[in-house]
């Protein structure tokens, strides 16, 4: 099927209607988000548009001002266009996709399709955002090509943010729209999409909810606190620090209700139907409208008192007697033990192994959501893969049902349910029987699962496109030491992945660095990407190292590494081969330095760029202010007043100022033209290679700067005034004042008597130079600790 989707119709301007609206922005399409007109219009405004636009129009101003941002940059919002079901529903004619967002009644929603069916254009996709109401069901009375074009596409919101994208056919969808939007949702959209079968609740909240529902269970009968339950089942296990109970805060108890009673409603050949039970405390919440974030209070009550430090005191509700007490301390010897262990595969064994409350509430939940998961196939999916992917994508896990019993072992997770009373279905006693000990595997650089059809492991469809570094884990690497790891990802590409706490950058990786570029250019490769899978691309240099040469007063080991980072951002720019960073996550200071000199960047959509080194009170020190100096230089023009831009310069830097999408990196000047945007993170290493090998032919290795162009100390004094400007808006203090002229100081080449050309080496110095002499003063080192001990800046 060869569409090219330019336009889309948004029918419903809620919280998700409007948070589709601004993705499909985000990726650039033209969008017509439209709404009913409101019951309570005046006469006299009964006529007018603005007014009977209000519903739509509100809901998008409300989207500008919401966190998380729903748009990449606020400016894509000028791509939608807004109106109401009565005046402008014939505007629908011209969309490519038309999409319905409105209230969960399966009449409303036909009403609707009735008129979509009148007004749409022949061939355009029609679909329901729907989170449980059966698809088949809207279709009725409508056209033969509707029913073809027709599907369920649940969105998980927020939009923007959660990857999950649920394509729900029904028996008339055309295959060929079915390939599309898994396609779609994938390339353009950014997310996971994840085929599933006309069922309750479809794939991600079926599970989710059960998961959930069997918690709630087993919390009363071990006799566990919420806060207890919410730590075992939230980081320590790979999942959401909210845990359980405050997700359902989150989600809000009547929606979690509506969809526990939904499952037990519709699906009565559910062998696990009694974990549906609502249990008389969230009966209680329901009946008290105690709902959750949106009422104020749920499991957890904010109040307006504060503590002894200053933070609202926040209250638990004790689940028998039902009332709410001060936040209880957790103290449970599983969850000591599983804070000391990295790996996460060895942290859930662990639990399995623990002999108190805590480690019985994970094995219980999970033993349990073995049985579930495997008894729902063929029911929900036909394959174990579409059910990790849309727990992973669609409730944040870092791994799905399946792969948690991978990480038990099999047959250990069958022998430990069934002796609990739980029903393992056939087909998993059927594959352990025919000596296949584990539901995926890695082959050949390749992910594969076991498939139940064919009794054999086949290669988990569409990955075959992307780069998986897990997948590259028994291939010998190419070189590593104990912080990075270099991979041959195929065609003359070398990758070399960080794997420091954090992906922070010190020596370790710092040398990887130096020794991957130089591997490439003695050897016969093509060039480097430096990109990994984690969370977060870099969190940037290792303040450790610099905290404890600081307080140590170790000054010519300070300015040894300092220079050593320096010269390694240097060499990913002016080295014989292509340099690319793949980018995801945080990419913070000397990450964002680091990727700033190479070639190119990759940056998914999600990257969250910035050099924020005054938050720990030093200036960029790897090469980012120098960066800053050229970028402002290369952007002069004749005739040009300068002062501007280089202010903007400035106050990004002392502002530490974080994009908080790629789109918006630009905007700050840490990418630029050379630089791409990638929707779908899980694709930035594989474009990455791409642009390597674009780059590699015929490349030429860059000569050094020395065309730089400085204004000296009439920039000075401007960028003096700026830093002035900021501490008179109480934006700044009198430290973070000192930082700021160290910035102008470097920007405008130091005390310059007049503008002039200066070359990289020069500004790299006195880069340095200002770096080391900000280690030396007391408020920046307290600032290091303060950052090192709670993770926050700290205002001195």
């Given amino acids: 099927m060869s569409k090219r989707i330019k336009k889309v119709a948004v029918l419903g301007s809620g919280v998700m209607g409007t948070g589709i609206a601004a993705h499909f922005a985000n990726i650039g399409l033209d969008v017509l988000m439209l709404d009913i007109v409101p019951f309570d219009l005046k006469d006299d405004e009964k006529d007018n548009k603005t007014a009977r636009n209000r519903i739509a129009d509100v809901s998008l101003k409300k989207a500008l001002k919401a966190k998380p941002a729903p748009f990449y940059n606020k400016a894509f919002a000028s791509r939608i266009k807004t109106g109401n079901f009565d005046d402008d529903f014939e505007k629908i004619s011209d969309a490519d996709w038309i999409i319905e967002v409105v209230i969960e009644r399966l009449d409303i929603k036909k009403q609707i399709f009735e008129k979509v069916d009148k007004y749409r254009k022949e061939g355009s996709l029609i679909t329901s955002n729907t989170s449980g109401i059966p698809i088949h069901l809207m279709t009725d009375g409508r056209s033969d090509d509707f029913k073809k074009n027709f599907c369920g596409t649940h969105f998980f919101n927020p939009p923007r943010y959660m990857r999950l994208f649920e394509v729900i056919p029904t028996q008339d969808t055309d295959p060929a729209v079915i ?134 005191v926040i209250l638990s509700l004790d689940l028998e007697k039902l009332e709410y007490v001060p936040r209880r301390s957790v103290k449970l010897p599983s969850l000591e033990t599983a804070k000391q262990i990295e790996d996460l595969d060895k942290r859930v064994r662990s639990f399995f192994k623990a002999e108190d409350k805590g480690g019985e509430l994970v094995r219980q939940s999970l033993l349990g959501l073995f049985a579930y998961v495997s008894n729902r196939i063929p029911e929900i999916s036909d394959n174990i893969y579409s059910i990790d992917d849309a727990l992973r994508a669609g409730f944040g896990w870092d791994v799905g049902p399946f792969q948690y019993w991978d990480m038990v072992g099999v047959e250990k997770g069958i022998e430990m349910a069934e002796a609990q009373g739980e029903s393992i279905a056939q087909w998993v006693k059927d594959m352990v029987a025919a000596g296949h000990t584990s539901f995926y595997k890695i082959e050949d650089n390749a992910k594969k699962y076991f498939d139940k059809a064919s009794m054999s492991y086949q290669v988990v469809p569409g990955t ?49 660095i130096n020794d991957a570029i130089q591997i490439a250019e003695e050897g016969e490769w ?257 600032r290091i600790q303060h950052m090192l001990q709670t993770n926050k800046p700290l205002r001195n």
């Fill in 179 to 312: 390939d599309f939007f898994m396609n779609y949702g994938d390339v353009y959209l950014g997310k996971q999409t994840v085929l599933c079968k006309d069922t309750p609740a479809f794939i991600a909240n079926r599970v989710g909810v059960y998961a959930m529902a069997k918690i709630y269970q087993l919390t009363t009968q071990l006799g566990l606190t919420i806060e207890e339950a919410d730590k075992l089942t939230g980081k320590p296990l790979g999942r959401p620090n909210t845990g359980t109970f405050r997700l359902g805060d989150l989600v809000g108890h009547d929606t979690a209700a509506k969809v526990i009673q939904g499952i037990k409603d519709n699906c009565p050949n559910d062998e696990q139907a009694g974990a549906f039970e609502i249990p008389a405390y969230l009966k209680f919440l329901l009946d008290n409208k105690f709902l959750g974030d949106k009422t104020g209070q749920g499991f957890y009550k904010k109040t307006k008192e504060k503590d002894e430090k200053g933070r609202r």
């Fill in 464 to 512: 075959d496109t992307l780069i998986i570094l897990d997948n590259y884990r028994e291939q010998k690497p190419v070189y590593e030491n104990p912080e990075v790891v270099l991979h041959d990802i195929g065609d003359g590409v070398l990758n070399l992945e960080f794997r420091s706490k954090m992906n922070s950058i010190g020596e370790g990786v710092l040398r990887g």
């Fill in 526 to 782: 093509k060039g480097l990407v430096i990109g990994n899978n984690a969370q977060h691309f870099s969190v940037g240099a290792n303040l450790m190292m610099i905290a404890m040469l600081a307080y140590q007063q170790e000054y010519d080991e300070l300015n040894v590494a300092v220079n050593l980072f320096q010269q390694t951002t240097m060499r990913c720019r002016y080295s014989s081969i292509p340099v690319v960073a793949a980018t995801q996550g945080y990419v913070f200071g000397g990450g964002c330095e680091t990727i700033m000199h190479c070639d190119s960047v990759c940056a998914s959509a999600e990257s969250y760029i910035g050099l924020v080194e005054v938050g720990v009170g030093l200036i960029p020190g790897g090469g980012g202010t120098k960066e800053f100096a050229l970028r402002a230089s290369d952007s002069f023009f004749e005739g040009d007043v300068q002062i501007p831009t280089l202010i903007e310069k400035f106050k990004t830097i002392a502002m530490a100022s974080v994009a908080t999408s790629a789109y918006e990196a630009y905007k700050h000047g840490y990418l630029n033209t050379k630089d791409t945007v990638i929707v779908n993170t899980s694709r930035a290493i594989a474009e990455a290679k791409k642009k390597v090998l674009a780059l590699a032919d015929n490349y030429t290795q860059p000569a050094p700067r020395n065309d730089i162009h400085v204004l000296g100390q009439g920039g000075m004094a401007a960028l003096m005034v700026a830093g002035h400007s900021l501490k008179l808006g109480k934006y700044a203090s009198e430290h973070d004042i000192k930082i700021a002229n160290k910035i102008a100081y470097v920007l405008c080449g130091g005390d310059l008597s007049s503008p002039q050309k200066v070359s990289e080496q020069y500004l790299l110095d006195i880069e340095r130079e200002a770096f080391l002499s900000l280690c030396g003063e007391q408020k920046t080192l307290e």
